[in-house]
Nanobody, 123 residues
Framework: QVQLVESGGGLVQAGGSLRLSCAAS????????MGWFRQAPGKEREFVGS????????KYADSVKDRFTISRDNAKKTVTLQMNSLKPEDTALYYC????????????????WGQGTQVTVSS
């Protein structure tokens, strides 16, 4: 079982950058695909991106492609979401997620979730 704790959220102006981190503990991180979802008030949880077990393959939602980058460090059991060129519509609670083996894009594919970190982008 994997436990996840996010950090790095905050308030930033449009066009700015933030770096979210996710620290994993417990067993199985090296066998886990990792991802990020977000949820804005009144909206459903939305896929942001995912990264495979070896950190080689990454997939992104169209809304963040070319602005966000996911990376992982298996030795440190951490996952990072680098967010550049932030827009007000990126404002949401961001969740780090994990699942065994291969990545997915639906929330119900991921059994392990962190508590979330708030990102607010002002215009």
């Amino acid at each position: 079982q994997v436990q996840l704790v996010e950090s790095g959220g905050g308030l930033v102006q449009a066009g700015g950058s933030l770096r979210l981190s996710c620290a994993a503990s417990g067993r199985g991180f090296e066998n886990s695909a990792m991802g990020w979802f977000r949820q804005a008030p009144g909206k459903e949880r939305e896929f942001v991106g995912s990264i495979g077990r070896f950190g080689i393959t990454a997939k992104y939602a169209d809304s963040v492609k070319d602005r966000f980058t996911i990376s992982r460090d298996n030795a440190k059991k951490t996952v990072t979401l680098q967010m550049n060129s932030l827009k007000p519509e990126d404002t949401a609670l961001y969740y780090c997620v994990a699942k065994e083996w291969n990545p997915g894009v639906r929330p119900d594919e991921y059994p392990y979730w962190g508590q979330g970190t708030q990102v607010t982008v002002s215009s």
